[in-house]
């Protein structure tokens, strides 16, 4: 089903990597958006007027309705703008791609955890020493699935796009974390994808947070 689309916008953070598997989406499903930046921890954000939850990304539909949380916006992406798919029509195939991206964000989220835990006066160092365990073991399960093709069924897709915002979003919130020193499977597939369009149309950069994160 293919909906009138006057023009949906996008709001978006600059580092997000939740944020960036959106914008690669519709930039491969021809979808046209424009795009808001903002810093969703500021107190003149949008993003509570169109998520509850206060939480970016936020796809907004031409009549103000928000889609929100990325796995649901892609999941809705899929279903209204089927093709081309992002995942394979074999359930076990899509199962397959879904358990990468479930890792990826786990990865994402460890980050974020690890990124916010070192911005307090007193950071707790076995916290962080939890996050860096589920950043490395992610990224070795990740290694060990990375190959010469693409992911699943030999074609693009959603679980490459998991997996190249996820490297991507590590050398901006996270530079100094080896994993390019370790994980050859991953920076060789890293390069591949940052050469296509959607992803080199999408590059992540560093966003400066000036309110008090509470």
């Given at each position: 089903m293919r909906?009138?689309?006057?023009?949906?916008?996008l709001i978006s953070a600059t580092p997000s990597p939740y944020a960036r598997k959106v914008r690669i989406a519709l930039i491969e499903k021809g979808i046209a958006f424009t795009l808001r930046t903002e810093v969703p921890w500021h107190a003149d954000t949008a993003t509570p007027a169109y998520n509850p939850l206060e939480k970016l990304?936020?796809?907004?539909?031409?009549?103000?309705?928000?889609?929100?949380?990325?796995?649901?916006?892609?999941?809705?992406?899929?279903?209204?703008?089927?093709?081309?798919?992002?995942?394979?029509?074999d359930?076990?195939?899509?199962?397959?791609?879904?358990?990468?991206?479930?890792?990826?964000?786990?990865?994402?989220?460890?980050t974020v955890l690890l990124f916010f835990e070192r911005r307090r006066e007193a950071p707790s160092a076995p916290w962080m020493a939890r996050q860096r365990r589920k950043i490395d073991g992610g990224l070795s399960a990740l290694e060990r699935l990375a190959g010469p093709g693409f992911?699943?069924?030999?074609r693009f897709g959603l679980a490459d796009?998991?997996?190249?915002?996820?490297?991507?979003?590590?050398?901006?919130?996270?530079?100094?974390?080896?994993?390019?020193?370790?994980?050859?499977?991953?920076?060789?597939?890293?390069?591949?994808?940052?050469?296509?369009?959607?992803?080199?149309?999408?590059v992540p950069v560093p966003q400066s947070i000036v309110e008090a994160v509470v």
């Open positions: 909906l009138l689309n006057d023009m949906y916008e990304p936020v796809l907004v539909l031409p009549d103000g309705q928000g889609i929100y949380e990325s796995r649901f916006i892609l999941e809705w992406l899929e279903v209204h703008y089927p093709d081309p798919p992002l995942l394979p029509r359930p076990v195939l899509a199962l397959q791609a879904r358990q990468i991206e479930v890792i990826c964000d786990g990865i994402c989220d460890a992911l699943v069924d030999d796009i998991c997996v190249g915002t996820v490297l991507r979003y590590l050398t901006v919130r996270y530079p100094d974390h080896p994993w390019r020193d370790t994980h050859s499977g991953l920076v060789a597939m890293s390069g591949r994808l940052e050469t296509r369009a959607s992803f080199a149309a999408s």
